[in-house]
């Protein structure tokens, strides 16, 4: 084999991995302690039984594919603040960017619904 052809391969091997390992950081960009919270809550919402577990863990990885991290708090924020009464409450119920922002989270739970439950 050619030293150029061989150094070609290799090139085309590594940039292969690094693209691979790119991908696998953005879908693992969620913090462990983000998926655990989502999976209790879901296991909380929908019962406590190991077939759950896999069901809300599997959901919440389904969501880390659709939704960046930092969209993601956004929504479990604006989930959050809609819930206090007053003004303050309002500017996160009644906001485009706040409805935006649920109607991708809500999304990105519906195909998680499809593909896990």
Known sequence: MHPLFQSCVLVAILV?????????????????SARADYVFGCMKANGETPELLQKCSCSIDVIASIIPYDGYVAAETILSMSQVSGPVGSEFR???????????????????????F
């Open 94 to 116: 009644s906001t485009e960017p706040a409805r935006l922002s649920l109607q991708e989270f809500r999304r990105a739970q519906a195909e998680a619904e499809i593909r896990c």
């Open 16 to 32: 292969v991995a690094a693209a691979a390992r790119a991908k696998a950081d953005d879908l693992n960009d969620y913090p462990t």
